[in-house]
């Protein structure tokens, strides 16, 4: 195996490659506003870096947010034309999964809120129970602000940048701050162990089950850019 793992919905573009024993390589940009112009020479500098082609890899994984429409958009497209060209099965996991993955990997346990910036003064976030064995979110993602989030979930520790935007609101800041593309590529491994066998492995090609999420963006509001309205100019000559 050799499964590349792609994340753009938080300020980091970032890459991770498993070998189904640990994480090989990670490539990794901070910028909020530039995903296209980072994520195919991130991805190319993890293959360098693991001494692979893009010809080596078996799978491939996308977060799917939830994030902002534009650069959510990026790493879903890129990591379904990368499969669809290698004829490689591809696959979808929340982004806010893989940060509370991280924060569990790291020792956590216990009740965690992850909340990371959604812009518009708003954060997405999830509510998650770290156990011994294992991670479940107890709630789907929602969008919203900050303060108008439940009391007993603002009390909670908060992964993600939602604390630091919002520090009256969300007091309890913990790492990790966003995705790591190792991390998703550790989760997606660990999900696909987990997996039941399919028979028929053409089914595996978009596989919205067996511990996966499906590859709809989770975008959870409408985008910023809408189409124009009609004009409303006469023609009447």
């Known amino acids: 195996m050799l499964l590349l793992a792609i994340d753009t919905s938080t300020t980091a573009i970032t890459v991770g490659l498993h070998d189904g024993s640990s994480v090989v390589a990670e490539s990794t940009t901070l910028d909020a506003r530039a995903h296209a112009e980072h994520l195919a020479p991130n991805i190319r500098a993890a293959l360098a870096s693991a001494g692979a082609e893009p010809g080596d890899v078996t799978d491939v994984v996308v977060g799917i947010g939830p994030g902002p429409f534009t650069g959510l958009r990026v790493g879903i497209v890129t990591g379904r034309t990368f499969a669809f060209a290698l004829g490689l099965p591809v696959r979808g996991l929340t982004s806010l999964d893989a940060i509370a993955h991280e924060a569990w990997l790291e020792g956590r346990r216990g009740d965690l809120l ?7 003064k708003e954060v997405y976030a999830a509510a998650y129970v770290l156990g011994d064995e294992r991670v479940d979110r107890v709630a789907e993602p929602v969008v919203s602000r900050a303060a108008d989030l439940p009391a007993e979930l603002r009390a ?3 992964a993600g940048r939602g604390p630091s935007l919002y520090a009256d609101a969300l007091p309890g800041a913990v790492a990790p701050l966003d995705v790591s593309g190792g991390v ?3 989760l997606a491994a660990c999900r696909l162990h987990e997996s039941p066998p399919v028979p028929d492995a053409e089914l595996q090609r978009v596989d919205p089950g067996h511990g996966f999420d ?7 509001r409408r985008p910023d850019a809408a189409p124009a309205p009609p004009s409303k100019k006469s023609t009447l000559g």
């Open 214 to 220: 499906g590859l709809e963006p989770l975008y959870l």
């Open 184 to 186: 998703l590529a550790d």
């Open 156 to 158: 909670l520790p908060t």
């Open 114 to 120: 992850v909340a990371t910036d959604a812009r518009r």
